[in-house]
């Protein structure tokens, strides 16, 4: 199908690895694998001071899988010939910020980090495939973090200023959708991602002050970035990105119903409604004055955001979720906990599979802010098979591919929701964000690695690389 674009993503923390002593270190550095037993999957996710100290230290007897990732930096010249082959139309990727600046602050980029890059685009534009940017996956430049207390400072967004106009400087003619800030959202939820906040101990939350002024900050960075692009004549688009969930209320109940706006409210669109409507919206004033959080906010600040709002829509959406105001036999979805959805069917992680979500969501999304949609992240996360003649056979991830494409194309030709495109997440296997581990694997392309780090790192391609090429191929 013509104006569609098919894709595939990484990120990258979980796929480059190259951790040499040159790139420096960030927040997904510190986080080891810890074997899932105890509820490990978010054992994996606090960055307490303990934890960074033990990450620091060299005689820690941890495995810390992002520091490898699936070997990106040493496969990258093979990855994007894969990627060529596939005939993605586009390809999202993201940079490291500490391997262009490896403490965060420095005034010139690491020679090293800019080559690495400079590979990657020059291919891409050389062979017509589009690019997705993700500036920021998660990862904030650890002295960032130990020195300025990460995305609550305001010195933050100045530094983020310096790291994205190199990038526009240096790649900006090649760039097709630029995207500030992965999954905006979970910073909320999950704020050992991409705010940089640390937490005193397991035990002490974060406080919403913190978590929300960081956020501000990152919508201010988002409006700056726009503007400078605009005056520095950067082409390509800006997009606002959250992580969706599709939320079901578990009966009829009215207060279960209201309970479900308002969680999706806060969890999911406030992001969303700020980036790309250019205001905070109605519903957090009283949020904030219930959790005591007052922001620092400036005239200037509210200009930029009115002025600077982003120009398409794009979220992850992987399954959906329920919301019950009883007690209710719960489940994973991606860095959340939910409410088993007894029609359906959920991944071994739990995540409850949705097809007809996907297409609710494209709806409502569209609906809310009537500017083009993208799907920038979705697949399915499973447990893969690599056989003695070096085959995987993943029908499971071709089926959970059709059912999502079926729905994305009734979203668009039944109900003419505005979607662009689809990237498929973790084209090429990478480490799992969620639980810091190689069983769980999203690519089309398999990696030979395990867990702890062992295996070969070689490349094989799954079914699934056969499928999703001659459907792409169909698609023109
Ligand atoms: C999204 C992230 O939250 O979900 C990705 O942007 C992540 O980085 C993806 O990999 C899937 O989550 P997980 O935990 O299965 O890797």
Not at 292 to 298: N, R
Not at 306 to 330: G, T
Not at 352 to 366: E, M, S, W
Not at 391 to 419: C, G, L, P, Q, T
Request: net charge negative; hydrophobic share 35%; glycine share 8%.
């Amino acid at each position: 199908m013509k104006n569609f674009l098919w894709g595939g993503a990484t990120s990258s923390a979980q796929y480059e690895g190259g951790f040499d002593g040159r790139k420096g270190m960030d927040t997904q550095d510190c986080r080891p694998y810890l074997p899932r037993t105890n509820n490990a999957t978010t054992a994996t996710r606090l960055l307490t001071r303990q934890v960074i100290d033990e990450a620091k230290n060299i005689q820690s007897t941890y495995y810390y899988p992002f520091r490898k990732g699936t070997d990106g930096f040493g496969h990258v010249e093979e990855d994007l010939e894969l990627i060529k082959e596939l005939g993605l139309d586009i390809y999202r990727f993201s940079i490291s910020w500490a391997r262009l600046f490896p403490k965060g602050d420095e005034l010139v980029p690491d020679p090293v980090g800019v080559a690495y890059y400079d590979r990657i685009f020059n291919f891409l534009t050389q062979h017509h495939i589009k690019i997705f940017l993700s500036v920021t996956h998660y990862a904030v430049p650890l002295y960032l973090v130990e020195t300025y207390g990460g995305w609550k400072s305001k010195r933050m967004i100045d530094f983020y200023m310096r790291y994205i106009t190199f990038i526009f400087k240096r790649w900006g003619h090649a760039v097709d959708y630029w995207l500030p800030f992965n999954e905006i959202n979970t910073g909320f939820f999950s704020p050992f991602n991409g705010t940089g906040l640390i937490r005193e101990d397991a035990q002490t939350p974060y406080r919403y002050q913190d978590v929300f002024q960081s956020l501000h900050n990152q919508f201010v960075a988002n409006a700056r970035a726009i503007k400078q692009a605009r005056e520095m004549g950067i082409r390509g688009q800006f997009g606002a990105m959250i992580a969706c969930f599709c939320y079901y209320p578990m009966s009829a109940k009215p207060q279960e119903n209201l309970k479900m706006v308002q969680e999706e409210q806060i969890n999911q669109w406030f992001c969303a409604d700020v980036l790309m409507n250019g205001k905070y919206p109605y519903y957090m004033t009283p949020f904030f004055k219930k959790h005591d959080v007052a922001l620092e906010f400036s005239d200037e600040e509210r200009e930029l955001l009115q002025n600077y709002s982003c120009d398409f829509m794009s979220f992850s959406y992987y399954s959906s979720s329920v919301i019950s105001i009883d007690e209710a036999p719960k489940t994973a979805g991606n860095l959340v906990v939910t409410t088993k959805n007894p029609y359906l069917v959920a991944s071994e992680w739990g995540w409850q599979i949705d097809p007809v979500g996907l297409r609710t969501t494209l709806n409502k999304a569209y609906d809310r802010y009537q500017k083009p949609v993208l799907i920038c992240e979705n697949g399915l996360g499973a447990k893969d098979e690599l056989t003695a003649d070096g085959k995987v056979h993943d029908e499971y991830r071709i089926d959970y591919f059709k059912s999502h494409f079926d729905e994305i194309m009734k979203a668009k030709h039944e109900d003419n929701v505005d979607v662009f495109g689809y990237i498929a997440w973790g084209i090429i296997d990478i480490v799992s964000a969620g639980s810091c581990e190689m069983d769980k694997r999203y690519g089309v392309v398999y990696v030979d690695a395990d867990n702890y780090g062992n295996g070969t790192y070689k490349r094989y391609k799954k079914d699934s690389f056969a499928w999703y090429k001659q459907f792409i191929q169909s698609q023109k």
